[in-house]
């Protein structure tokens, strides 16, 4: 059956017999034309990478987790939502600083203690997630820069 084309780009009947069978096909409804209707299929290339993501999240969670319990940093405050999130960050950027200044900078552990106590005063997780692009040899500088609203008002006696 030849159907007129209604736009130069139609795919011809004799095209459409070629291209069909590599068409992946969900359904058998039958569209206006009388070809059967596309779907996009479900790709499990989606539904993996979910998945692979979901627990590199979570086993990064674990970590910065267990960190925070190791070296005493207080529990962050903010909305449920950030709160993971803050801690991943916190971590993140806590480690790469130390790799920038201590392990290869000029910095010594009684300098990186220093640092450490300041990192203790902020526990706002909105201002770690913000600063989670930041380079780490920056952390001093941005904690200096951090205001009052992103400290916490714990006892800073511990």
């Known amino acids: 059956m030849n159907r007129p084309r209604r736009y130069p780009s139609d795919t011809s009947d004799t095209e459409w017999e070629i ?3 590599y068409i992946t096909v969900r359904g058998t409804r039958a569209g206006a034309d009388g070809r059967p209707v596309l779907y996009r299929p ?3 290339n989606d539904w ?3 998945q692979w993501l979901a627990a590199k999240r979570a086993a990064e969670q ?3 987790a267990e960190w925070a319990a190791q070296f005493d940093m207080p529990l962050l405050e903010g909305p449920e939502r950030a709160l993971d999130w803050g801690e991943r960050s916190r971590h993140q950027l806590m480690t790469a600083a130390h790799t920038a200044l201590v392990v290869e900078g000029t910095w010594d552990e009684a300098a990186w203690a220093q640092l450490e106590e300041k990192a203790r005063t902020v526990t706002r997780a909105g201002w770690w997630i913000d600063q989670r692009d930041a380079e780490g040899a920056d952390l001093l500088e941005l904690l200096n ?3 009052e609203q992103d400290r916490g008002t714990e006892n800073p006696f511990r």
């Open 42 to 44: 479900l790709r499990l």
């Open 145 to 147: 820069s951090a205001g």
């Open 19 to 21: 291209t069909a069978p």
């Open 48 to 50: 993996f990478g979910e």
């Open 62 to 64: 674990q970590v910065a």
